[in-house]
């Protein structure tokens, strides 16, 4: 039976690629941060799909566009450590010339950043959907175009670490949003903190109000004037409240 086979197999692939973590990651990214994604890819070392989950904070995609899957293009910037680079990606010609540079996206946070920013570096890795970009290749039956769907670059430091054709073919890019709210006309979506911002700040001010009342009319500071001749401590006993 064909669809008990495909449901075996999916499956198979829902425990090894740990979807049950990936999913609640991907959410709890769209709850934060307005939207998060899974990257769907091809990994060459061991022949199979993988899905990644991808920190929204590092996406980046074409202006003008609201629709990921529409985009001309869309990717990632993140910080990777220099020596990561050189073993990832040990066969790109100038490898070995990347060098350290400052974080100047902030890419890493306050509290995760290394002291010696110098050994780190921002890896780009974009989907190109560009007509410009799909060059022909001659046969002697027919043309085909070289990137039908997709073109996949990575470089840093305008060193080329790959470029390649999108191995899938719905010409889709690698990347699958996950929303919280959907915004119309947006690519970013709206998360709860948004939802929640106008409250907290209104009940803070509310808070803020009744504390200073209380501070000023319901329990207040006593001040006497040491030339009164009145005794601060008969005074605190035959007055209740304040000090």
């Not at 209104?202 to 009342?213: C, D, R, V």
Request: glycine share 6%; net charge negative.
């Amino acid at each position: 039976d064909h669809m008990e086979g495909f449901s075996l197999a999916l499956e198979y692939l829902w425990d090894k690629l740990e979807i049950d973590m990936k999913l609640f990651l991907s959410v709890l990214w769209s709850l934060i941060a307005k939207i998060g994604f899974w990257k769907i890819h091809w990994n060459v070392t061991e022949d199979d799909v993988q899905i990644d989950v991808v920190d929204p904070r590092t996406f980046v995609c074409a202006p003008g566009y609201d629709d990921v899957w529409e985009s001309a293009w869309c990717g990632t910037i993140t910080r990777k450590p220099i020596t990561w680079i050189r073993e990832y990606f040990s066969k790109a010609d100038g490898v070995e010339e990347i060098t350290g540079e400052d974080d100047e996206f902030n890419l890493i946070s306050e509290n995760k950043r290394d002291k010696d920013v110098a050994e780190f570096a921002n890896v780009y890795e974009i989907w190109v959907r560009d007509s410009t970009q799909e060059r022909l290749i001659k046969d002697d039956k027919k043309e085909t175009a070289k990137y039908p769907n997709g073109r996949l670059l990575c470089f840093c430091q305008g060193i080329k670490l790959y470029d390649k054709a999108s191995p899938f073919h719905h010409g889709k890019p690698p990347y699958v949003p996950f929303y919280d709210y959907l915004v119309p006309g947006e690519l970013f979506g709206m998360g709860e903190p948004d939802q929640i911002e106008t409250l907290t700040l209104e009940f803070n001010l509310a808070f803020k109000k009744l504390a200073q009342y209380v501070r000023d009319y319901a329990d207040p500071d006593w001040y006497i004037d040491s030339g009164s001749g009145i005794d601060p401590e008969k005074w605190k006993t035959e007055r209740k409240g304040g000090n």
